[in-house]
């Protein structure tokens, strides 16, 4: 079984460009969640989709970011415009059933904006 | 605001050793606590736990939870230097599927 698929796996861009991360879920899985890692912060939700519905994007920092799943089997999330602050590890989770257990991680974008 | 406090930040043994993480939280309308194992790359699923006292058990790895205190701890027993990885704890509330993460231990495993 493929597990979560998430590209690209490394993203270099300039400031002020824009940035689209993409990630396929799990088949099957009907919640979908984005985070971000930093060594600062740690591993921080930023927005979860139920049934490709947003439930909570409270965590997504400020509008330059913006999450869209327009099926079950696809997600993006855009920055723009990108700032060197936005530099991290982007991860896209799936989970089998809303309000269920574990999530399953993809193996994440690193984004290094200069 | 919820919070989730693991313990220690960071940790080195040698190969054999048994460790103990500890993960505590504060959080409204607590459902279950998840260990996640990861190394240089994406987090793995551990245990999900979400009963008091009952030990959840893979290999050489345990963990249990007390909801009264407001913690849980992970056992690796016999550690092996595959055992090295950065270990996080997380919560989820009875409403939602947000999970919130300590910040993990860093575990080193020498041989």
């Known amino acids: 079984d493929a597990g979560v698929i998430q590209s690209p796996r490394h993203e270099v861009t300039e400031m002020g460009q824009e940035v689209t991360l993409r990630c396929k879920p799990i088949s099957g899985h009907n919640s979908l969640f984005w985070y971000r890692q930093t060594m600062m912060r740690g591993l921080e939700l930023l927005i979860y989709f139920n049934n490709n519905v947003p439930i909570d994007d409270s965590g997504m920092p400020e509008d330059r970011f913006s999450a869209k799943m327009p099926n079950a089997s696809f997600s993006t999330l855009k920055i723009q415009p990108s700032e060197p602050r936005d530099s991290a590890v982007y991860f896209c989770?799936?989970?089998?059933?809303?309000?269920?257990?574990?999530?399953?991680f993809g193996p994440g974008t690193r984004l290094t904006v200069l | 605001e919820d919070k989730v406090v693991q313990s220690p930040l960071s940790l080195v043994v040698h190969e054999g050793d048994t460790v103990t993480l500890n993960c505590s939280y504060e959080v409204t309308n607590f459902r279950s606590l998840l260990w996640y194992k990861q190394e240089k790359k994406a987090p793995t699923f551990l245990f999900m736990l979400?009963?008091?006292?009952i030990e959840k058990k893979s290999g050489r790895l345990s963990s249990i939870l007390d909801k009264k205190e407001l913690f849980s701890i992970l056992n690796i027993t016999a550690t092996q230097t595959g055992d090295s990885a950065v270990y996080l704890c997380a919560v989820k509330k009875s409403s939602g599927d947000k999970l919130t993460f300590g910040t993990g231990t860093r575990l080193a495993v020498r041989p």
């Open positions: 979400t009963s008091s006292g």
């Open positions: 989770a799936s989970s089998p059933i809303a309000g269920g257990g574990e999530q399953f």
